[in-house]
């Protein structure tokens, strides 16, 4: 089967006719799936010096970039649902990573000292990633994949 693709490239649009290998690749749902599994994995690997999941680590990236953060906030922020936000806070909590601590009606979230530490290991490890999907992709066609799957995402959610 071909399909029909069409890119932004270098300020024109080039398309094409690309050979696929499953009678799905036109499928959105199934190529946003196949490429989520990809770069779920590779992610995985390059966080894995951490200790933590990829989840965890931008988590703990928010915390330490916003002390004081409230979980509604995160829950925006990563595009999360606020129950998975209070799950994932309490695993953090459990590792003493993060703190919570009630001020009047609200709770907001501080980094530990130990978040702090893990934060540069952290943020190597979300560069490694960007580099090596970008060896792959090519630097300019994965930063225009990232705002063309961000854009329809925040579409879809309307």
């Not at 992610?43 to 894995?48: D, H, I, L, S, V």
């Not at 999941?53 to 931008?58: E, K, L, Q, R, V």
Request: aromatic share 8%; proline share 3%; net charge positive.
């Amino acid at each position: 089967m071909n399909i029909f693709v069409c890119t932004n490239k270098k300020k024109y649009l080039c398309c094409e006719m690309i050979k696929c290998d499953s009678k799905y690749c036109g499928c959105l749902y199934f190529s946003a799936n196949a490429l989520a599994r990809i770069i779920t994995k590779m992610a995985e690997e390059e966080f894995a010096s951490t200790g933590l999941t990829p989840s965890y680590a931008f988590l703990v990236m928010s915390i330490n970039e916003n002390p004081g953060i409230q979980p509604k906030d995160l829950s925006a922020e990563m595009q999360l649902s606020p129950s998975t936000i209070t799950r994932l806070i309490e695993k953090l909590e459990h590792k003493s990573l993060v703190e919570r601590k009630t001020v009047g009606k609200t709770t907001e979230v501080y980094p530990t000292e130990k978040s702090v530490i893990l934060g540069k290991t952290i943020k190597e490890s979300w560069m490694n990633l960007y580099k090596r999907y970008s060896e792959v992709l090519g630097d300019e066609e994965g930063k225009n994949l990232t705002a063309m799957i961000y854009n329809a995402t925040k579409k879809l959610e309307e």
